[in-house]
């Protein structure tokens, strides 16, 4: 599948369409088998210079292995996607630090080099950290956390008062 995001940007169009996994291979093979599509909603504009524009977000639910647990987790993922289409590095380079840029070589381009590095981005590293299910959750009982004292931080200054007062004397 192969799309025209600078046509879009002309036309001020929205895309809405549902990619297949298959279409995305790195993300595919970081996500368990058999897993949902990814539900594209971006509107493509031109922006006040005249560049190709693409904002929107993707969704999806996705089954992950757990790297505490090794057990796969389903997640909901919605991803949002705000970037400046450029066909050069060049201009990517000039445009640092103002909006995010991606490269489009040529007019047209696949899902995967349009999104395929913002879900990379948006992966959880662990999808059921912190979750109650989690077997190999961390878990300290509340009675059981010792309770740091704290240091004064003033104790110096008390201890500089106390030590000039007994000169005084």
Do not use: W
Not at 24 to 50: C, K, W
Not at 87 to 111: C, K, M, N, Q, Y
Not at 126 to 148: I, N
């Amino acid at each position: 599948m192969h799309l025209s995001p600078f046509q879009l940007a002309r036309e001020n169009r929205t895309l809405i369409l549902d990619v297949p996994l298959d279409a995305l291979p790195r993300f595919a093979s970081l996500v368990a088998p058999e897993g949902d599509v990814i539900r594209v909603e971006v509107q493509f504009e031109r922006d006040e210079q005249g560049r190709c524009h693409m904002q929107g977000r993707l969704r999806t639910k996705q089954r992950f292995l757990c790297a505490n647990c090794r057990e796969v987790e389903t997640c909901d993922m919605d991803v949002q996607v705000d970037a400046c289409l450029l066909g050069s590095d060049d201009a990517a380079r000039d445009l640092i630090g103002e909006v995010d840029p991606l490269v489009i070589e040529g007019p047209e381009a696949t899902p995967a080099e349009l999104f395929e590095d913002d879900l990379l981005l948006a992966l959880p590293e662990r999808p059921c950290y912190g979750s109650e299910t989690c077997p190999h959750r961390v878990k300290v009982p509340e009675d059981e956390v010792p309770e740091q004292p704290r240091d004064n931080p003033f104790a110096v200054l008390a201890e500089l008062k106390d030590g000039s007062q007994r000169r005084e004397d």
